[in-house]
């Protein structure tokens, strides 16, 4: 990303500045909508069915080019008339079923086509929305600076119309006028390394298992689950996404399994094996360090049934039982660019260059790993998720990682168990949505019961270690270990309500969670930061995410309210309501593609394209005060009982996720320990608060209307 100056840097002078967060506009309301009852368009139909459905939900990472991703995204439903989805509305979600048995071929072709096209947001629209979102984290003589700015910046005839003609140019020459630029600049061109950077963990109900047969049985119903949802794909059953009655974009789960990523000199790619004659057959499986090529399907085309795959899991374990090899994954922790060199020099033999051809075209990858060290009920969670983002480094299970492949499902000894996944090319929902099915797949009971047929014994992959592949190995592992040591992470459980609260109170659950978060740090700090929530673009062909400022000038008003022994009880519920309308509409605006990071980020790149000097616009302070999120949050709403967890994506900043559930809220906060100004289990702790004194402020002040 060729910015002037690294967002992820802190600010040159006082304390590091915070970025405002968006809230937004959107179309009008029903009576019944927790957006606060506004009235629909003439014709317009109620939106409460919609919004029920209506969720955010995590992925990645970013930073002020590239911000971390909670996503906006809606309950799935299978495609079907107009009368059976209005029956279907009104009952509760399931999880993903095909809709029909056999291929359904060119039925995503078909429908990726009939999406609309990414619009290009009106340039003064944005611009009067940018100086909007700058007004709760800069100062007036700052904003008096930039509007100066935006003002040149916007005149007829001058730099703004010219590069906003050609990004509208682009829009009509190509699918996606965001897409191939978010996923270089977002993921491809990030040379942080993946690990705590960019891939986020997720971490999944402790499972009881007693002995090593039940993890590996465990794995074995969790690969066939992960089949069973890959069929789906494959025959293009997979049932189309619904928000607010318009289907969403479905090309990210084509992305997924047999992907993965390939480190490069400047620059990543991204490889995909789930298309063409000779598709994937087979998944990765590590232990103790070394790598296995499981085939999951029969000669005939059928799957491996548990049965199957937990007699070829035995024979990987009993054949892998050395704990003294070199952990050749450690490598894919590294900076990206360190990590295209040693890639180069392990590629140069012919041995090592298959087996990671072997591993790159893998469905997925599972990984078997040791035993976490015992710790207190009240930190377990905590530790699992370090385990999920980073394997808690090169002397534990760290090395039994290919952290460029997109998906990783974790199973340790002890019933510790979750994923990782890399970023590039998925948001969260469709990790999410097929994490839940196979957590559902694998509960059912066992119905059929395979015949013992000899298998072929699982093939292990080979690497011949060279005195200078292993110097890269010791290098990651150092590097890997001042990272580990950085991360703090507290996963904790809000059990004195969930999202039914808020729900009931008309008040949407998210925008609820995000001003608590807003008074957290508030009470804190003593000042508003520039908050990054990000909101699906799935509406539209090969959409990703924009960005919801979840700081505004109505969550500010709020929050100095909030504790002020002079703002009566009532007025403190009316700022509260408001600041959460405003991130409902936020909201709104971003999914409907309205937003203004990407129109800036895209006006930004068009410059470069095009050669020309970078406008002052996107060299002011305020910019980089804009683009700096010291809160990256996400939400995560997931059916199973799960959290998603990742690191902050500046370094005086925090990463926090959420999953509410009906009674609970499941949170992950990480910070680095190297700032001494953050905290994790403080601002923690301070959520908590938060959250308990809006219920309390709401219950003692009787309903008033806006």
């Known amino acids: 990303m060729a910015a002037p100056a690294s967002p992820r840097s802190k600010m040159a002078a006082g304390r590091p500045r915070p970025v405002a967060a968006e809230g937004g506009g959107g179309g009008g309301r029903c009576g019944r909508c927790p957006c606060g009852g506004r009235r629909p368009e003439p014709g317009a139909k109620p939106c409460w069915p919609s919004w029920r459905g209506l969720r955010t939900l995590s992925g990645g990472r970013g930073n002020g080019d590239r911000p971390r991703e909670s996503f906006t995204i809606f309950s799935v439903l299978p495609a079907m008339d107009r009368k059976q989805k209005q029956t279907e509305k009104a009952r509760p979600y399931g999880l993903l079923k095909p ?57 007829p ?107 490069g000199p400047k620059r990543d790619s991204i490889v995909n094996y789930a298309k063409g004659k000779k598709q994937s057959r087979h998944i990765t499986v590590v232990h103790n360090f070394q790598f296995f090529e499981l085939d ?130 998925s948001e969260g929902p469709p990790i999410v949505a097929l994490l839940d099915h196979i957590v559902e797949y694998t509960k059912k009971p066992e119905l059929v019961r395979s015949p013992m047929i000899p298998l072929p014994m699982p093939k292990k992959l080979r690497f ?64 508003a930061c520039a908050t990054y929530e990000s909101a699906s673009l799935r509406m539209f062909r090969l959409g990703r995410t924009d960005t919801i400022r979840s700081t505004s000038v109505a969550s500010l008003q709020f929050v100095q309210s909030m504790d002020s022994p002079d703002k009566p009880d009532q007025e403190k519920v009316d700022l509260l309501r408001r600041a959460t309308q405003a991130h409902r509409e936020y909201t709104d605006m971003a999914i409907r593609g309205n937003a203004i990071d990407r129109h800036l980020l895209g006006l930004k790149l068009q410059a470069i394209e095009d050669l020309v000097s970078m406008p002052e616009l996107f060299m002011d302070t305020a910019y980089a005060v804009a683009m700096h999120f010291n809160l990256s949050t996400s939400q995560v709403p997931a059916k199973t009982d799960c959290v998603m967890c990742f690191g902050p994506v500046v370094p005086d900043g925090y990463g926090v996720c959420y999953n509410p559930m009906d009674e609970h809220i499941n949170f992950a906060i990480s910070a680095f320990n190297s700032c001494a100004d953050t905290n994790a289990p403080r601002l923690a702790h301070y959520l908590e608060k938060a959250l308990l004194d809006m219920r309390s402020l709401l219950q003692s002040t009787p309903r008033s209307k806006l």
Request: charged residues 25%; glycine residues 6%; neutral net charge.
């Open 157 to 263: 005839g001058g730099v703004g119309e010219r590069l906003q003609k050609g990004l509208e140019r682009r829009a009509r020459k190509t699918e996606n006028w965001l897409s191939d630029w978010w996923l270089k600049t977002a993921y491809l061109e990030y040379r942080l390394p993946v690990v705590v950077h960019s891939s986020p963990g997720v971490v999944l109900p402790k499972q009881d298992f007693l002995d090593r047969q039940g993890q590996l049985r465990f794995a074995a119903r969790l690969i066939e689950g992960i089949l069973d949802f890959k069929a789906m794909i494959d025959n293009e059953t997979l049932p189309v996404e619904y928000m607010g009655g318009r289907p969403l974009c479905m090309n990210q789960y084509y992305q997924i399994l047999s992907s993965c990523r390939i480190p």
């Open 464 to 527: 011949n270690i060279t005195p200078e592949i292993k110097t890269d190995i010791e290098k990651a592992k150092q590097n890997l270990n001042i990272m580990v040591e950085d991360l703090d992470v507290k996963v904790s459980v809000f059990h004195q309500f969930g999202k039914t609260f808020p729900k009931s109170e008309k008040i949407s659950p998210d925008a609820f969670i995000q001003l608590a978060l807003q008074l957290a740090y508030y009470r804190m700090y003593g000042h």
């Open 99 to 155: 809709t029909a048995l056999g291929k359904i071929p060119g039925r995503f072709q078909l429908h990726q086509e009939a999406l609309p096209h990414l619009p290009v947001p009106p340039l003064q629209q944005t611009l009067d929305r940018y100086l909007l979102a700058l007004q709760p984290i800069i100062s007036e003589e700052e904003l008096t600076h930039t509007q100066e700015l935006v003002a040149e910046f916007r005149k």
């Open 296 to 425: 999951v399907y029969n000669s005939d085309g059928s799957p491996l049934t548990t049965d199957q795959l937990f007699i070829q899991l035995e024979k990987i374990w009993n054949t892998s039982l050395q704990t003294n090899k070199e952990p050749i994954g450690i490598l894919t922790t590294n900076h990206r660019n360190s990590w295209a060199k040693a890639y180069n020099n392990l590629l140069k033999d012919k041995t090592n260059k298959e087996s990671v051809r072997t591993i790159e075209k893998s469905i997925c990858t599972v990984c078997l790993d040791a035993p976490m060290p015992r710790v207190s009920d009240d930190i377990y969670k905590s530790r699992v998720a370090a385990q999920m983002l980073h394997g808690g480094g090169s002397r534990w299970n760290s090395g039994n990682r290919w952290f460029d492949k997109t998906l990783q499902f974790i199973i340790a000894e002890d019933g510790s168990c979750g994923l990782v996944y890399e970023h590039a090319p």
